[in-house]
């Protein structure tokens, strides 16, 4: 229940008398989760201090004491020694309040001409743009791998499939460049999205603009934005760049699913045509003969997750103490349900938009653990060259043998049919097209010659 005692320790506590119910406090939070953003907090509020110097708000000797506090501040967070205080709501306040005690009255200036509008603006993109960098470099290294194998097994044959049925020779490296060149339009796709995260929202203020005109290119120089947020209300408001994100990482995770589908497939004792490692693999707690393909089992599971609805969170475990008969929500949601919490807000900041952190961390840190993975599955993965090329049988070359018909004058249609033609004949002898003798082939139809056997060679097909 809440007391009488005024809720002095809140950056808004000077308007009301009462303290905050311990419920609403729980609900009310994000530090349990926003703390992840501290260096960007940091790096963001060192930015802001001079540029209030740059406009006489802060003396230089101000200026300095408030950076080297900052500075302290962030060194407790990297050494792991930041003690949370119980009317912390989130990173903002809690570093702020941490500043005041080092430094004193002089970390109260520090707000000045700024809200935590476009102060949490701010912080996401910086945190964003970070992890965007590490996500390019997994993607270049996934990307990397698929060529390398490709360039030194590009000489191992294999059946192509459509609709899961043999269809026509290709090469190993041919399929497994399929993918790579999906994750490179993922990697085009994901640079492309850079300059829409690298705006600048500082100085947009609660909603209105900064009262003391700070400068605004200086801050976007200072902390390496690409341009500046114009509209101070877009400023504060916009999480285009949040759902950008996840429609990326949803579209980048059903192209490492469809990868993880074809390797699952392809290392069935059915096919054998790969063999994962035992360091991606697990067994059965019952049959001590499987080996597993759990890392792409996870990998193609792990896209649903991005798309639609994920594990509960740390923000709803957190409510648990406060509410003991209501149980954890079974799943919280990504890019589906970030977008239904968009749709309807009016103008400028609401309260709903402290639902885009939990999908936005969530989503990176799933589909970077994935990329590191597929870069593991695929860097130590054997392939059974063997297997697969025995696998290949002469039928699939039936397209080739229609096409050898086509370059003596014959319609497609109609070589189409004679392929056919040939392919019954042969199961009707229980024998592939290649041991069809000369003469079989003439009657069906006669522009066969001697130099038709060169069709059944699967390295020349």
Not at 181 to 207: K, N
Not at 416 to 434: D, K, T
Request: net charge negative; hydrophobic share 40%; with cysteine.
């Amino acid at each position: 229940m809440a007391t009488d005692a005024p809720t002095k320790q809140k950056l808004w506590g000077g308007r009301f008398t009462g303290k905050t119910d311990p419920l609403m406090h729980a609900f009310n939070q994000s530090l349990s989760y926003d703390k992840r953003m501290h260096d960007a907090d940091i790096r963001g509020s060192i930015a802001y201090t001079k540029s209030l110097c740059l406009v006489g708000l802060l003396t230089k000797e101000e200026e300095e004491k408030m950076i080297d506090g900052l500075q302290r501040v962030g060194k407790e967070w990297k050494d792991g020694v930041f003690e949370v205080k119980e009317d912390d709501e989130d990173i903002h306040t809690a570093n702020e309040r941490r500043l005041s005690e080092l430094i004193g009255p002089l970390g109260g200036k520090l707000h000045t001409g700024r809200s935590r509008n476009d102060q949490v603006a701010t912080d996401m993109r910086l945190w964003l743009l970070d992890q965007v960098g590490e996500i390019e470099h997994a993607l270049k290294s996934v990307i990397g791998v698929i060529a390398a194998r490709a360039d030194q097994e590009k000489h191992i044959l294999m059946p192509g499939y459509t609709h899961l049925q043999r269809a026509q020779p290709i090469r190993w490296s041919h399929l497994i460049l399929f993918h790579a060149f999906s994750l490179h339009s993922d990697l085009q796709r994901l640079q492309q999205l850079v300059p829409r995260i690298s705006v600048l929202p500082l100085g947009s203020g609660p909603l209105a603009g900064n009262p003391f005109l700070v400068d605004r290119d200086f801050l976007a120089k200072e902390l390496g934005f690409q341009s500046v947020a114009e509209n101070s209300m877009w400023g504060v408001a916009d999480r285009d760049f949040i759902a950008e994100f996840l429609m990326w990482a949803s579209l980048c995770s059903v192209h490492l699913s469809k990868l993880a589908e074809d390797l699952i497939i392809y290392s069935t004792s059915e096919f054998g045509f790969v063999t994962l490692s035992d360091a991606y693999s697990t067994g059965s707690s019952v049959m001590p003969q499987k080996k597993n393909p759990d890392s792409l089992e996870l990998l193609r599971g792990k896209c649903g997750r991005i798309f639609g609805d994920v594990g509960p969170t740390s923000h709803t475990k957190n409510l648990v103490a406060f509410l003991p008969r209501t149980p954890v929500p079974k799943y919280s949601y990504q890019m589906s349900g970030f977008l239904m919490t968009l749709k309807g807000l009016p103008s400028t900041y609401n309260k709903d938009l402290q639902e885009d952190k939990e999908p936005m961390f969530d989503a990176v840190d799933t589909i970077g653990a994935s990329l590191r993975i597929a870069e593991g599955v695929l860097s130590t993965l054997t392939v059974n060259k063997e297997r697969m090329k025995n696998a290949l049988t002469m039928d699939m070359l039936a397209t080739e043998l229609a096409e050898y018909l086509v370059r003596k004058g014959m319609p497609f249609r109609e070589t189409h049919h004679v392929s056919g033609r040939a392919v019954a004949l042969g199961e009707s002898f229980q024998i592939p097209i290649s041991e069809l003798t000369l003469e079989q082939y003439k009657k069906l139809c006669p522009l066969f010659e001697e130099d038709v056997a060169a069709v059944f060679d699967f390295e020349a097909s």
